[in-house]
């Protein structure tokens, strides 16, 4: 720093062009900043310097309102794709369920008549008791879940007479549409207009004539192949 004679006759130091200079100070981070400092640092306060500088760690940034409704319009969006295609796969595998648990029901009844002479289950009684005549409420359950004789008759063990069965360890409920999670099983001599069974706790329809099942589903419950349900 070099010497000036001022206008007054006093001799002063003479001031750097590029202003004031600028002195490194240490930030509670130990990070290095700069504060400005005039032209001797020994005459100013510490505090002063502690004021002036900049610790860059300190600095918060927040999200504009801008950035916010963006983040929230995709989130929406991919809200609105999402969760259609989560509801949809959630109805295939209730309709994949449907479709094996008719499989189920299916074969059990055909072994059922292959084992008895042709005679389809409930078709004759499961022995003595309410609701085990033929066409019976519990005489389909039986004969397709206890073991069963030749002419029918169930029971719940094996020996030399009930020795066909079981066919089933338990009836299936049925898992899409109003009747959801029925087991109920409706016997008739013939199937009339679909889900019109008043019965609660119906979740097939069983024809004993001709050994057919359906779900207990009415006529405008419509799987995604386009065909409703009792018609699988």
Same mark, same amino acid.
């Given at each position: 720093?070099?010497?000036?004679l001022?206008h007054d006759?006093?001799v002063r130091p003479l001031?750097?062009r590029l202003?004031?200079s600028v002195?490194?100070c240490r930030t509670? &981070?130990g @990070? $290095?900043? +700069? !504060? *400005?400092?005039g032209p001797?640092?020994?005459r100013?306060?510490?505090?002063?310097h502690?004021?002036?500088?900049?610790d &860059?760690r @300190? $600095?918060r +940034? !927040? *999200?504009?309102l801008?950035e916010?409704v963006?983040?929230?319009v995709?989130?929406?969006?991919i809200?609105?794709?999402?969760?259609? @295609?989560?509801?949809? !796969?959630?109805?295939?595998?209730q309709e994949a369920?449907?479709?094996?648990?008719l499989?189920?029901l299916r074969t059990?009844i055909?072994?059922?008549?292959?084992?008895?002479?042709?005679?389809?289950?409930?078709?004759?009684?499961?022995?003595e008791?309410m609701?085990t005549?033929?066409?019976?409420?519990?005489?389909f359950?039986?004969?397709?879940?206890?073991?069963?004789?030749f002419?029918g008759k169930a029971s719940?063990?094996?020996d030399?007479?009930?020795?066909?069965?079981?066919?089933?360890?338990k009836i299936?409920?049925?898992?899409?549409g109003?009747?959801?999670g029925?087991n109920?099983?409706?016997?008739v001599?013939a199937?009339?207009?679909?889900?019109e069974?008043?019965?609660?706790?119906?979740?097939w329809?069983y024809?004993?004539t001709?050994?057919?099942?359906?779900?207990?589903t009415?006529a405008?419950e419509?799987?995604?192949?386009?065909?409703?349900?009792?018609?699988?």
């Open positions: 720093m070099g010497l000036a001022s006759g006093i001031r750097s202003g004031p002195a490194p509670t &981070h @990070r $290095r900043a +700069h !504060a *400005f400092a001797s640092r020994s100013e306060p510490r505090s002063f502690g004021r002036l500088c900049v &860059h @300190r $600095r +940034h !927040a *999200f504009s801008i916010v963006i983040v929230i995709i989130i929406a969006i809200a609105a794709i999402a969760l259609p @295609r989560f509801t949809n !796969a959630s109805l295939l595998a369920a449907l479709r094996s648990d499989r189920m059990a055909a072994c059922y008549a292959v084992e008895h002479g042709g005679r389809w289950p409930a078709s004759t009684s499961a022995g008791g609701g005549e033929p066409c019976g409420a519990l005489t359950e039986r004969h397709l879940t206890w073991y069963t004789a002419d719940q063990q094996r030399a007479i009930h020795r066909f069965g079981p066919y089933l360890q299936p409920v049925l898992t899409v109003e009747n959801e029925n109920g099983v409706a016997c001599n199937f009339g207009e679909p889900g069974i008043p019965t609660s706790g119906i979740g329809e024809n004993v001709e050994g057919l099942i359906r779900s207990h009415p405008h419509v799987g995604t192949n386009g065909i409703p349900y009792y018609q699988w």
